[in-house]
């Protein structure tokens, strides 16, 4: 989709067709697909989960006593949450969300207009901080030599925000350029240079890594060094020119 959505932008940008940016309707449209496929991943997810587990309960000949054993040792340090301490803490995270969000925003102006800093370098320091706990989960997870964790955590984290996060943002960029504020100066979405190269970058970053994970890969040195460099060539290349309209 990255692959495909880079080149109509980049088909648009090299014509003389009117077409210069994403409408709302673009917007919600991809969302849709993004969500649509996320929904299908986690159905996948669950339902190979739950036939992967009643294949080891059939071959290790577990009975429903057994079970409850071992999810007993398993859960023995896990106490439930009462209803009221659940919606507690949603209503917190909601709160923080809106609080942290604006602060965010307000950081983000104060480095574009009143420093003068590059966007994508803004929006580049803004993820670091943003994924920081991934980053400790990841690291603490090679150091302990449990690399199932560290790549399910990864793979987890680049799920969701491609097909969770990314629609949702969308969906909510096509209602606030709907209703609220049509005439906002950087609405609609341009088919700028930084927005192709993003969506281009997309088709070999996931295709080496689902390549790499399809072959049993362990991302070892050289395929680190892989990844690593198609992240950087991305990187320079939109602080360098991603300003560029």
Not at 62 to 77: A, F, G, H
Not at 108 to 115: E, H, K, Y
Not at 158 to 177: D, R, S
């Amino acid at each position: 989709m990255g692959l495909i959505l880079g080149l109509v932008m980049l088909t648009f940008n090299s014509s003389s067709q009117a077409k210069s940016a994403f409408g709302a309707i673009d917007l919600v449209f991809v969302s849709i697909v993004l969500l649509a496929i996320f929904a299908v991943y986690l159905y996948k997810l669950v339902s190979s989960y739950a036939e992967e587990e009643s294949e080891v309960r059939k071959n290790l000949a577990m009975s429903e006593t057994d079970v409850e054993e071992r999810l007993q040792i398993v859960y023995k340090n896990v106490n439930p949450s009462s209803f009221g301490l659940i919606t507690l803490m949603f209503l917190a995270g909601i709160f923080g969300a809106l609080a942290g969000g604006h602060q965010v925003s307000e950081f983000a102006r104060t480095m574009i207009s009143d420093l003068g800093v590059n966007p994508i370098f803004t929006a580049l320091l803004l993820a670091v901080f943003a994924g920081m706990s991934e980053y400790i989960i990841l690291w603490q997870s090679h150091r302990k030599q449990e690399y199932g964790i560290a790549l399910a955590n990864a793979f987890g984290g680049i799920t969701q925000v491609m097909f969770l996060v990314l629609p949702f943002t969308l969906l909510g960029i096509a209602f606030y350029q709907s209703f609220l504020n049509p005439a906002h100066p950087d609405l609609p979405l341009p088919f700028s240079l930084s927005n192709i190269f993003l969506l281009l970058f997309l088709f070999p970053t996931f295709y080496t890594l689902s390549s790499l994970l399809e072959e049993d890969h362990t991302l070892g040195i050289l395929d680190t060094t892989i990844m690593t460099g198609i992240f950087l060539f991305l990187i320079s290349l939109l602080v360098g020119y991603g300003a560029i309209v």
